[in-house]
């Protein structure tokens, strides 16, 4: 099947830990993103890559890093320097120039 | 699952009737957008796409129009189904840059 999968859907972290969620898709895609999603709220851009050994922050990367090791691979980092991280977190890819599909999403809550 | 659109604006329709969902963009660099449909606990799903050298786009059902004077989008669904009720955000970014750009979101819900 093609598509984006995000591992695990259900995530919890002790405060102080760093926690690292996956991303994989496998639809060719250059560009890829990850999202915060907080309860009633939109969807806020943490960091995107439009291509492979690149990425760029997005509006609220303080407390989270990312990796762009392979085309298909976006994993991110939620550290201890992230004060608040419990929220929904979204993965997306796109093709040049089209729509960017999405994962069914990881929920992180700090315990 | 993920509860979305406590606080988003909400439009509420009966079944049947016509929706029309608006957002305001922010980059006038912008040129292409997308409007998504969100279900509460998933991803959001692509409904349709439009590119800044258009003013209008159709779909099944829904009806997509720019109007980049005053940086504005709508999105009209035709003969809303309860299945329709959902979170819809728009989205926008620069294809040189590819920076996808979401905005705050609205609830529609339908009643039958």
């Known amino acids: 099947d093609g598509g984006i999968t995000q591992s695990p859907k259900y995530l919890f972290r002790k405060e102080g830990q760093n926690v690292t969620l996956s991303c994989e898709q496998n639809?060719?895609?250059?560009?890829m993103y990850w999202y915060r999603q907080d309860p009633g709220q939109g969807l806020r851009l943490i960091y995107y890559?439009?291509?492979?050994?690149?990425?760029q922050k997005g509006d609220i990367a303080e407390g989270y890093s990312v990796s762009r090791e392979k085309k298909e691979s976006f994993p991110l980092t939620v550290t201890s320097a992230q004060k608040n991280p419990t929220a929904f977190y979204l993965c997306?890819?796109?093709?040049?120039?089209?729509?960017?599909?999405f994962g069914q999403g990881t929920r992180l809550t700090v315990v | 699952g993920e509860s979305v659109g406590l606080h988003l604006p909400t439009l509420s329709v009966q079944e049947g009737d016509n929706s029309i969902i608006n957002c305001a963009y922010s980059?006038?660099?912008?040129?292409?957008f997308i409007w998504y449909k969100q279900e509460s606990g998933k991803g959001p799903q692509f409904i349709i796409d439009?590119?800044?050298?258009?003013d209008k786009r159709q779909g099944q059902r829904v009806t997509v129009l720019l109007n980049k004077t005053v940086k504005h989008l709508s999105l009209q669904i035709a003969a809303t189904q309860p299945g329709d009720s959902a979170v819809y955000f728009c989205?926008?970014?620069?294809?040189?840059?590819?920076?996808?750009?979401f905005g705050t979101g609205t609830r529609l819900l339908v009643s039958p």
């Open positions: 890559s439009q291509i492979v050994n690149d990425f």
């Open positions: 639809l060719n895609h250059d560009a």
């Open positions: 980059n006038s660099a912008s040129d292409y």
């Open positions: 439009i590119r800044s050298n258009m």
């Open positions: 997306a890819s796109a093709g040049f120039g089209a729509e960017a599909f």
């Open positions: 989205a926008e970014t620069n294809t040189g840059f590819q920076k996808l750009v």
